[in-house]
Structures are given as structure tokens and as C-alpha cells.
């Protein structure tokens, strides 16, 4: 059987900023419907760029963006019909917030769609709910929390109903208590049918959350499993990563002969704690 086409996908990209070096050259990248996607690379290696290629909001010099391998006009209606599958949320929502209340926020996208006022409100509330911040509707934005803008930003996304959210670096300046909020409701999110990207420098919250991941480097984008890609020395070396701990942790006990080669290795420090008290292979 051949591969599932890619919901949205990037082929043979190429994008420089005016004035500025080559970011992407020749660049494919699928995001597949359902799976949970971290995008990785160092600062600078254009994780922003390219997920500004794939929410419409920078077009390619050359080669093109596809949904569901029909190739994206960039004209209002195909923007449009863009931004109903295809959400992203920037890094710093100072960048994103400029209504006066967060319920206003949220609802300019739906109420930008011409939605009817009864869909545009149940969507305001869906994602409110989503996000557990129904009880901050009336709060100025300006009077929130970074967390609170962060959550406001992202329900704005999310009231668009997109089958894909893209999040760029969700988790920075978040502590963690706020990151481990947003990565349960992103867990909630996708039980609800939605494919979420996002963009980390982060390795070990790469191997806990994603499916699939993607390194950005020099000579491109490789993508596959999160544990085989985030166990790959060369490849993370390449992108100017280091190996997640999950991983060096599951070759020390390999190496000490208390983890057999069949069993993957720890993804959060839960099942590092299973390990060590379950019976070695050794033992039987
Ligand atoms: N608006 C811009 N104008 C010119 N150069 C830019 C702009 N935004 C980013 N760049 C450059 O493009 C490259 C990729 O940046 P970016 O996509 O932001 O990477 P990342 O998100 O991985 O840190 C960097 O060299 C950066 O300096
Ligand atoms: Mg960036």
C-alpha cells in the first residue's frame, strides 16, 4: 500500500527573507493527519520560517504548499479555506493578542470567517473550555499573565476549528507546572481529532510527546519516529541537538545489560522508575 497523502504538506520549498541568507532550499515535509509532530533544530535553523511556509503567512520563492494534495492559492479565497485547516500560534503572544478582552480575541478569527453569531459564540466557549480559561472571557488581555496570554493565544487558534494546530516553541517561558497544563490540553486536543505541530528546541519534551519527529538541518529536514529519529547521534550532531536523556539513559542500561535491545527505552521519568523496578532480562 502506498503512503497516505500528507495533509499538509511543503514540496521542493525554497525561502529566503529580502535581503537576508537561503533558510529553506528544496524542502519537503508531510504532516500527516493524527500525528503528533515535533519539529526540531537549533536557534536560527528557520523552525519559524518553515512553519510560517506551512500556515500560509510567508510564501515559498519557489516549489509550493499543499492540503490534502491540492496545491494552495495564495489569493483570499485559498488563504481563507488555508486558514480553516491550518492554524498557527506564534511564539510570543504579545505578537498575537490585540483585542481588548480575551473572549473578543477568540472570536475575531470565527467572526472574520462571517459566522453566524450563535456558531461564532459556541465556538468562543469551546475554546475557552479547551483551554480552561473560561473563567478570564471578560479579563483585558493586558491584564494577564504570560501563561494566561499564552492560553488566550491558542484558543484563538484553536475556535478556528483547524484540523492542523502549529505551535511555535509552546512551552518557553512557561514553568513547569503551565507546561505540563498545556501538554495535557494539547493531549485533549488531539483526542478530539486534531494534528498538532510543534516547534522545540526542547529533545526530551520531543521524545515524552511526539510521534513523529522532524530535525532540521543544514542539509535539510528528516523525518520518522520520535525514538529512532531522537536516538540518531549523526542527525541530532547535524542539527546542533544534544541526545534526550531518555535515550542516554536507555543505552546506559543497555550497556549494563538492564535493558535488552528489544524493549524501548524510557520517555519520561515514569517509565524510567518502571524500569528500575521491574525484573532485569538477566533475571528472567
Ligand atoms: N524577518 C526576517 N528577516 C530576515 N531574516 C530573518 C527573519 N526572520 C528570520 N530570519 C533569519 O532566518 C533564519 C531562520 O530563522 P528562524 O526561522 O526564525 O529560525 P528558528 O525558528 O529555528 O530559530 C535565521 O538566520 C534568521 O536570522
Ligand atoms: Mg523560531
Same mark, same amino acid.
Given at each position: 500500500?502506498?503512503?497516505?497523502?500528507?495533509?499538509?504538506?511543503?514540496?521542493?520549498?525554497?525561502?529566503?527573507?529580502?535581503?537576508?541568507?537561503?533558510?529553506?532550499?528544496?524542502?519537503?515535509?508531510?504532516?500527516?493527519?493524527?500525528?503528533?509532530?515535533?519539529?526540531?533544530?537549533?536557534?536560527?535553523?528557520?523552525?519559524?520560517?518553515?512553519?510560517?511556509?506551512?500556515? *500560509?503567512?510567508?510564501?515559498?520563492?519557489?516549489?509550493?504548499?499543499?492540503?490534502?494534495?491540492?496545491?494552495?492559492?495564495?489569493?483570499?479565497?485559498?488563504?481563507?479555506?488555508?486558514?480553516?485547516?491550518?492554524?498557527?500560534?506564534?511564539?510570543?503572544?504579545?505578537?498575537?493578542?490585540?483585542?481588548?478582552?480575551?473572549?473578543?480575541?477568540?472570536?475575531?478569527?470565527?467572526?472574520?470567517?462571517?459566522?453566524?453569531?450563535?456558531?461564532?459564540?459556541?465556538?468562543?466557549?469551546?475554546?475557552?473550555?479547551?483551554?480552561?480559561?473560561?473563567?478570564?472571557?471578560?479579563?483585558?488581555?493586558?491584564?494577564?499573565?504570560? *501563561?494566561?496570554?499564552?492560553?488566550?493565544?491558542?484558543?484563538?487558534?484553536?475556535?478556528?476549528?483547524?484540523?492542523?494546530?502549529?505551535?511555535?516553541?509552546?512551552?518557553?517561558?512557561?514553568?513547569?507546572?503551565?507546561?505540563?497544563?498545556?501538554?495535557?490540553?494539547?493531549?485533549?486536543?488531539?483526542?478530539?481529532?486534531?494534528?498538532?505541530?510543534?516547534?522545540?528546541?526542547?529533545?526530551?519534551?520531543?521524545?515524552?510527546?511526539?510521534?513523529?519527529?522532524?530535525?532540521?538541518?543544514?542539509?535539510?529536514?528528516?523525518?520518522?519516529?520520535?525514538?529512532?529519529?531522537?536516538?540518531?547521534?549523526?542527525?541530532?550532531?547535524?542539527?546542533?541537538?544534544?541526545?534526550?536523556?531518555?535515550?542516554?539513559?536507555?543505552?546506559?542500561?543497555?550497556?549494563?545489560?538492564?535493558?535488552?535491545?528489544?524493549?524501548?527505552?524510557?520517555?519520561?521519568?515514569?517509565?524510567?522508575?518502571?524500569?528500575?523496578?521491574?525484573?532485569?532480562?538477566?533475571?528472567?
Amino acid at each position: 500500500m502506498s503512503e497516505p497523502t500528507a495533509l499538509v504538506a511543503l514540496r521542493g520549498v525554497s525561502y529566503a527573507y529580502e535581503d537576508g541568507p537561503v533558510v529553506l532550499s528544496g524542502l519537503d515535509f508531510d504532516v500527516r493527519e493524527g500525528r503528533a509532530l515535533a519539529l526540531l533544530g537549533r536557534n536560527g535553523s528557520g523552525k519559524t520560517t518553515l512553519m510560517r511556509l506551512l500556515s *500560509g503567512g510567508l510564501r515559498p520563492d519557489d516549489g509550493r504548499l499543499t492540503v490534502a494534495g491540492t496545491p494552495v492559492t495564495y489569493d483570499r479565497k485559498g488563504l481563507t479555506r488555508l486558514r480553516t485547516t491550518v492554524q498557527l500560534v506564534v511564539q510570543d503572544p504579545d505578537d498575537q493578542l490585540f483585542a481588548a478582552s480575551v473572549a473578543q480575541d477568540v472570536s475575531f478569527g470565527p467572526l472574520n470567517l462571517g459566522l453566524p453569531d450563535a456558531e461564532v459564540r459556541a465556538r468562543v466557549d469551546e475554546a475557552l473550555t479547551a483551554l480552561d480559561i473560561t473563567a478570564l472571557a471578560d479579563r483585558p488581555t493586558h491584564l494577564l499573565s504570560y *501563561g494566561q496570554r499564552k492560553r488566550t493565544a491558542i484558543a484563538g487558534a484553536v475556535a478556528m476549528r483547524p484540523r492542523v494546530l502549529i505551535l511555535d516553541e509552546p512551552t518557553a517561558g512557561l514553568d513547569p507546572d503551565g507546561q505540563e497544563r498545556l501538554l495535557a490540553t494539547l493531549d485533549g486536543l488531539r483526542a478530539s481529532g486534531t494534528t498538532v505541530v510543534m516547534a522545540t528546541h526542547d529533545v526530551d519534551l520531543a521524545l515524552r510527546w511526539a510521534d513523529d519527529a522532524a530535525l532540521l538541518t543544514p542539509g535539510g529536514v528528516r523525518t520518522g519516529a520520535a525514538p529512532a529519529m531522537l536516538a540518531r547521534t549523526d542527525l541530532l550532531q547535524q542539527a546542533g541537538l544534544r541526545l534526550p536523556w531518555g535515550v542516554a539513559a536507555a543505552q546506559f542500561l543497555r550497556a549494563h545489560g538492564l535493558l535488552d535491545d528489544a524493549s524501548p527505552g524510557p520517555r519520561d521519568a515514569e517509565a524510567l522508575a518502571a524500569l528500575a523496578t521491574a525484573p532485569s532480562p538477566a533475571e528472567g
